[in-house]
């Protein structure tokens, strides 16, 4: 069983998904702990794996990627080694999922054009079917992980 999250590591945690860039002077203040206790506590959730990276939000279609589709592959269970090892080898699949349902897998997808997309859909043509979705507009941007100092 993993090591519950007190309520520093839940108020770290909530200030780090609210700006990752923080110096780690002004996150020890917000926090409330001296830098060398905040950055061993910082380490050691890093080392859980509940700090799994520190990344930067980059608009898709400002670095000409203004097409993003949503694709459920529909592929047997003897594909699925297959399909993850073709999926680590494509950078435009932003998400892979496994999930329940008639659909082993829905993939989020970046493309520079229809045509893109298609070509990435094609590479799934030997191993099963797809359904795509292509995203008109986000309504609801990633946000933040609801991390309450009640939650275990």
Do not use: C, W
Not at 6 to 20: F, G, K, N, P, S
Not at 23 to 52: F, I, Q, T
Not at 88 to 111: Q, S, Y
Request: hydrophobic share 45%; glycine share 4%; proline share 7%.
């Amino acid at each position: 069983m993993t090591k519950p999250l007190d309520r520093l590591d839940r108020r770290l945690l909530r200030e780090l998904q609210t700006d990752a860039r923080l110096s780690l002077a002004e996150l020890s203040r917000r926090v409330g702990l001296s830098s060398p206790a905040l950055a061993e506590r910082l380490k050691r959730l890093e080392e859980r794996g509940v700090v799994r990276g520190y990344r930067t939000e980059i608009d898709s279609h400002a670095v000409g990627y203004p097409v993003t589709a949503l694709i459920r592959l529909f592929v047997p269970a003897e594909r699925y080694p297959r399909i993850e090892a073709l999926l680590a080898d494509m950078p435009e699949v932003r998400e892979a999922f496994h999930v329940t349902g008639e659909a082993a897998f829905v993939l989020k997808v970046v493309a520079p054009s229809l045509a893109a997309l298609e070509n990435t859909l094609a590479v799934f043509d030997p191993y099963g079917r797809t359904e795509t979705a292509v995203v008109l507009s986000t309504r609801l941007a990633p946000r933040p992980l609801p991390i309450d100092d009640a939650a275990g």
